[in-house]
């Protein structure tokens, strides 16, 4: 409820509706007060029973004003998920908001711990069982289906992360944002995601201490790029671009 609250937040400001920004503004800010009392306990920074999906969802959500308390339940969302052998104990509602919130604070090289094996919970373990689509349980073995969306929520990972594609807020994919995320020892990610402006591509690799992208802008859009190490993105036009960055220095190759 508070999430559709904040969308309509977003709506109202976006169409310049300012009774509704005040009005669900307010609600959102009831809604946080007497969801915190309830399940927020402050001497231990934990949301209820302290389960990684209690508190990776208020961290999604933004559900805490006090900066410092947040960074103690991110601390502990991380203990939780390295406890348990760097792995997810979240169900199928909790399993996005968990990557995504690791996403969102940075902690995309524990993602990559959480599923790069061959042991379950995990993706490995399907594929080494020879499952060729997701299956209804970790475990293909257990359930019934053998094509299923479950557990499918690290794609957007993927994409938001590792490849690095997000819409912007105001313009969508006429105006994108491209900010690939290299994890371990992930050598090479090449994806495409086809637009209504046409398709954007995305190949990069990294070897010998060097990070190549090489992307592909759709005509009448524009990307936003922030390379790795880069605070500063640049903007460019469409058609294909090459970058690579070198250690500390960044270079522009046509």
Not at 87 to 94: I, N, S, Y
Not at 157 to 176: A, C, E, M, R, T
């Amino acid at each position: 409820y508070y999430m559709t609250v904040m969308y309509l937040v977003q709506a109202a400001k976006m169409v310049g509706n300012d009774f509704d920004i005040r009005y669900y503004t307010s609600l959102a800010q009831d809604i946080m007060v007497a969801f915190n009392k309830c399940f927020l306990h402050k001497d231990t920074a934990q949301y209820g029973t302290g389960s990684q999906c209690s508190n990776a969802l208020p961290l999604f959500l933004q559900m805490m004003q006090d900066a410092d308390l947040n960074e103690k339940v991110f601390a502990n969302l991380i203990k939780d998920v390295e406890a348990h052998g760097n792995r997810l104990t979240t169900g199928d509602v909790g399993n996005r908001y968990l990557i995504q919130t690791l996403a969102n604070y940075g902690a995309d090289e524990l993602i990559y711990k959480m599923f790069n094996h061959e042991e379950t919970p995990g993706y490995g373990f399907q594929l080494k069982f020879g499952a060729t689509t997701l299956t209804e349980q970790w475990d293909p073995r257990q359930g019934s289906s053998w094509n299923h969306f479950m557990m499918g929520q690290i794609d957007e990972w993927f994409f938001n992360s590792l490849v690095g594609i997000s819409p912007d807020v105001k313009h969508g994919y006429q105006k994108f944002r491209i900010a690939p995320t290299p994890v371990g020892d992930l050598k090479y990610v090449q994806s495409s995601y086809e637009t209504l402006y046409g398709k954007i591509t995305v190949d990069w690799t990294r070897e010998n201490g060097r990070f190549k992208l090489k992307l592909s802008v759709p005509v009448n859009t524009v990307a936003v790029v922030t390379l790795p190490g880069e605070k500063e993105p640049r903007e460019v036009e469409s058609g294909k671009h090459e970058f690579v960055v070198n250690e500390q220095q960044t270079i522009n190759e046509p």
